[in-house]
Structure formats: C-alpha cells, structure tokens
C-alpha cells in the first residue's frame, strides 16, 4: 500500500475518534413525583401505579440508552487500535524504506571507494613503473610532465570517490526524509 493510502487510513481512523469524541450524551433529568396534594397542597401525595410506570419506564429507557453508549465505547477501543495500527506502520515502513536506501547508498559508496583505490594503486604502480624505465632509458624531462598529469589525476579520482560518498549519503538522507 502506498503511503498515501496509509497516511489517509490513519486521518480516517483520527477523524472517526475525533467525531465520537463530540458525541457526548446529555445529561437524564427524571421526572419528580408530586409531593404534595389536596386543597392548598396539605395532603401527601401517595404514588399511583400509573406514576411508578412511567417513572419505571424512563428509567428502562435511559438503560438502554446507556448500554448503546457503552456499546459505542467498546466499539471505539477498536478505532483507536486501527489509528495506532495504521499510524504504526506507516512509520515502521518509513523507517525500513530509510534503511534500505542508506544501505544500498553506502554500498554504492563504498564500491566507489574501493573502485577509486583500485586506480589510485594502478596509477601509483604506473607511476613507478614509469620511474624506473625512465631511470633505465635516461628520459627525464617529458616523464615530469607525465608524473604531473598522472597526479592530478590520481586527485580527481580521489575527490571524485569522496563526492560519491557525499552524494550516497545525502540520497540516504533525501529518501529517509521524504
């Protein structure tokens, strides 16, 4: 799955608690029975059957209603997993996808390397192989020039394996933050 798949999977799950999390039940105001009756409200009022059922009843009723909002709750632990889930994964795999590219750079560095002190070795090696058949032949002047380009070129190689270095690493880093 691609990470905007993932990225929207996680805004998805954030959403979906941050609208439950709005839904607040309000608060259950019971009806009060009538204390008093008769003229002038004198007399005690004695609780009729009928009373006590619609009391009983709204009672039942805020039950129910509390039992689907428990119900609700129980079933938002499994949004808040899928968040953390999704959320999870999306950095591990940044982080594996980060490791993957600084290994395969720092390999591509370090054939760079290599490859750069392979042609040092060659270079230095002509270098003094050329010496010495120059010492043998008796030719100075046109091997100094030699010697001089064979340097600088030996210094290119080198600055070149250390801008390769350079450019691996800063890949690494590239794709790590993106």
Do not use: W
């Not at 009538?34 to 004695?46: C, L, P, V």
């Not at 760079?112 to 042609?119: C, F, I, L, P, T």
């Not at 801008?163 to 890949?171: A, H, K, M, P, R």
């Amino acid at each position: 799955m691609s990470n905007i798949g993932k990225s929207h999977d996680f805004e998805k799950s954030q959403n979906k608690l941050r609208e439950f999390s709005k839904n607040i039940p309000e608060k259950t105001n019971f009806k009060s029975f009538e204390e008093d009756s008769g003229i002038f409200g004198m007399f005690n009022h004695k609780v009729t059957g009928s009373e006590l059922n619609i009391f009983v009843n709204d009672v039942q009723d805020e039950l129910i209603n509390q039992k689907q909002v428990s119900i609700k709750i129980i079933r938002e632990f499994e949004t808040i997993y899928n968040t953390f889930d999704s959320l999870d994964k999306e950095y591990i795999q940044s982080i594996l996808i980060a490791q993957n590219s600084a290994e395969v750079a720092s390999k591509h560095a370090l054939d760079s390397a290599k490859r750069a002190e392979q042609n040092t070795k060659a270079l230095q090696l002509l270098v003094k192989k050329l010496q010495e058949k120059r010492k043998i032949l008796g030719i100075d002047g046109n091997l100094d020039v030699i010697n001089k380009k064979l340097a600088s070129r030996i210094n290119l190689l080198t600055i070149l394996s250390i801008v390769s270095i350079t450019f691996s690493i800063g890949l690494s880093i590239f794709i790590f933050l993106k």
